[in-house]
């Protein structure tokens, strides 16, 4: 069993940054990929990025290629979301997820979840 706790969600405004974070415990951390997820209201969850065990390959939703960066460091069993130059849209609660050995953006081979952090990003 894993256990997830994100944080660093807020309320911002468009073009501000916002680096979230998810801690992992209960296994190893380095044996999974790891990868975050959002949903915006009345929307279904949706991919955001993707990183491999030991952080050599990324993914990303095309939404947010470009702004979004995926981090994670082993030493600490966390993730990291850092989110750059906000826009309305992006205005969800943003999930991390693991379980998976290979990194993907397919949302159920994460078997995982945590409870998820808002982020509001307003005009």
């Known amino acids: 069993q894993v256990q997830l706790v994100e944080s660093g969600g807020g309320s911002v405004q468009a073009g501000s940054s916002l680096r979230l974070s998810c801690v992992a415990s209960?296994?190893?951390?380095?044996?999974?990929?790891m990868g975050w997820f959002r949903q915006a209201p009345g929307k279904e969850r949706e991919f955001v990025a993707s990183i491999s065990r030991f952080g050599v390959s990324t993914l990303y939703a095309d939404s947010v290629k470009g702004r979004f960066t995926i981090a994670r460091d082993n030493a600490k069993n966390t993730v990291y979301l850092q989110m750059n130059s906000l826009k309305l849209e992006d205005t969800a609660v943003y999930h991390c997820?693991?379980?998976?050995?290979?990194?993907?953006?397919?949302?159920?081979?994460?078997?995982?979840w945590g409870q998820g952090t808002q982020v509001t990003v307003s005009s």
């Open positions: 209960g296994r190893t951390f380095s044996n999974y990929a």
């Open positions: 997820a693991t379980g998976t050995v290979q990194i993907t953006r397919v949302e159920r081979s994460y078997a995982y």
